[in-house]
């Protein structure tokens, strides 16, 4: 194994992401490093890549979707071996003392880590991360298609599975793109009527490809009206980055109907006081997992057969991925190639 590694790095503000390479160091304590097969790229990762917040230590490295194999531990890393497959996701850590640690919920502890702003990223062929970071990869899933299960995987999957909603309830789905493909696909799987709303028909034969029993073009008629039409939904998973179409979709919840977004911009939600009270209405956000419920949501992937729509880069075309996603070019997901160098 070499002693060097490439990472992609940004030196400035708002500056340009370039290869840089630099000598690995071995991990101490309860700390592994990872030798990086595949990084996705996410919406998330465009801020981490402008590097223009207060507090920024340069130089920078994003990546928070990764995949790859263990290639040391520390020494009270315990659990893990060299060469096990893992994954790591936006989840990169937590205090493990603190009262959302100490129920179970790591993903709002206030000390928790974030591969790209806690430590450099993993747009490089080599991450370091605290071990309670890592998920495991069934053997029957590709590390490319694995990565995005970090972030957009464990994220979709919770955001229905966490709902609480009537068995065979039914699901509906704003937005089939990186996130809303997945979510399609593990709402049917996990048994719910399944409704995919895009904009524009050219979306509804990978919606119905997806698992999804009915679609509505966003485009043509109001969403919420449609949804309403066929009985309404128990759940709409709100997927897409605009916040602007909230209002109308709540109209197509039935009573006690949930709307939960995973999907959004710097805008704010408007939300009719009455019908709110009057349906007995939810609506609320859900931010991604930890690393067991990546491993869950990996595990529930390969049983049922759900993988990522993914376009693959090479690592040293990071820039160049940035950039395709800030003017909405990928369709789905976007992963780094690690094993190429620059």
């Not at 880590?113 to 062929?125: E, F, I, N, R, T």
């Amino acid at each position: 194994m070499s002693d060097t590694a490439v990472t992609m790095v940004v030196t400035e503000p708002r500056g340009p992401l370039h290869p840089s390479t630099a000598e690995t160091t071995s991990p101490t304590g309860n700390w592994v490093r990872v030798s990086v097969i595949a990084s996705g790229v996410c919406n998330a990762d465009i801020g981490t890549a402008a590097a223009s917040g207060r507090g920024v230590s340069f130089p920078v490295t994003p990546g928070h979707e990764v995949a790859g194999v263990i290639a040391e531990l520390g020494e009270l890393a315990e659990g893990w071996s060299v060469g096990d497959r893992v994954a790591v996701g936006w989840f990169g850590g937590s205090c493990g003392h603190c009262a959302f640690c100490r129920a179970g919920d790591v993903v709002h502890c206030p000390e928790r880590k974030v591969p790209g702003l806690s430590y450099p990223g993993g747009w490089a062929q080599s991450i370091t991360v605290p071990a309670d970071a890592l998920a495991r990869i069934p053997a029957e899933f590709d590390l490319f298609d694995a990565a995005p299960f970090g972030c957009a995987g464990v994220t979709t999957f919770n955001a229905v599975r966490k709902a609480g909603i009537r068995a065979g309830g039914r699901v509906a789905v704003f937005g089939i793109g990186g996130l809303g493909h997945l979510t399609v696909q593990f709402a049917a799987k996990l048994g719910y009527e399944t409704v995919a709303i895009a904009r524009g028909g050219d979306r509804e034969k990978v919606a119905r490809e997806l698992g999804a029993h009915h679609y509505i073009d966003s485009d043509a008629q109001a969403p919420g009206a449609a949804l309403k039409q066929l009985g309404g939904a128990d759940l709409i998973v709100y997927t897409a980055s605009s916040t602007a179409p909230v209002d109308e979709l709540l109209t197509g919840l039935n009573v006690h109907g949930q709307l939960t977004l995973v999907g959004v911009d710097a805008g704010s939600v408007t939300v009719p006081a009455a019908q709110l009270v009057m349906n007995g209405h939810t609506l609320t956000g859900h931010l991604t997992g930890s690393s067991r419920e990546t491993q869950e949501a990996l595990e529930f992937a390969a049983t049922f057969g759900i993988r990522p729509m993914i376009e693959r880069m090479l690592l040293a075309q990071a820039d160049d991925a940035v950039t395709r996603l800030r003017s909405g070019a990928p369709r789905f997901r976007i992963v780094l190639d690690a094993t190429g160098g620059e």
